[in-house]
């Protein structure tokens, strides 16, 4: 593992700790029997019953659970010891079985070196990519864990969203590049559900919606559709308004910006 995913961990790890006490992961309404999956992966992968699913970069296994209950056969992976091990408490705690539902230790990037098998799905989700330093290696691990004729499925924050800085009701902030190649470095104590980290420094990387497209395709995926919707699933920016279906969007009238993308791909049989 590179430098830079190296201290990415070690934030992680900390927040894998932080955030199944959260209200924004609500651990306790999930163990009573609710997805944390969003209305869009749902709908837009379909049904997985009966299927094998790879889940690349699963945090404390959530969402990973949430699919073994739609009735696939799940392999959740993360680079954060902290996450793998919370992730196994909680399959135990909801009784899902542990030949159901595994979780791997491994950074994305390395995944090949940890992990056997080919899988029907390969899905990931919501603030996973701007995480990884090489997006050409990111498809091609996906490729190479896809079964012949499998689907990949990514719902993600849109890149676009990561070049604005603040907004109000008439106008977004656009601050931060949308094109670029290098890490940037970042110190923050918080994240999207908690604060008061320790480990503040972090490195993330623009991939640009073509970037990412493009990838895929070089991997020798078949893209079905390249989705982009003004919605996004928690509250980036305080102007955002919630809907009665979980999304965050502009108030009406405002400009709206794509602010989450999602992807579907085949792997040719
Ligand atoms: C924003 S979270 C994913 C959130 C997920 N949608 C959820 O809400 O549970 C990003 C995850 O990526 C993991 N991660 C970041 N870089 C990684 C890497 N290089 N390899 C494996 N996991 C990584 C982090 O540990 C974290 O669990």
Redesign the pocket.
Known sequence: ?DEF?AT??DH??E??DL?PTTEF?DVDGFVAGES?LMDLEREELGSVDGKSLLH????????TLSWAREGATVTG????PT?IETARELRDEVGIDAEQARFVE?????LPDALDGEFDIVF?????IY???DIDRWAEVIDHFLEPGGTFYIAEIHPVVGSVSETNEEWARFEYPYFSGEAHRIESGE??AGDGLENKTTFEWEHTTGEIVTALVDAGLEIEFVHEFPKLCYERFPTLVEGDDGWWRFPIGDPEIPMTLSIRATKRA
């Open positions: 593992m995913h990415n961990r992680w790890d927040l894998a955030h992961y944390s690349l970069q699963c945090h404390f296994g959530m969402d992976v993360d680079f954060s996450a491994s950074d994305v990037l390395e990931t989700s919501y603030g996973v995480w990884l330093s994240s999207y």
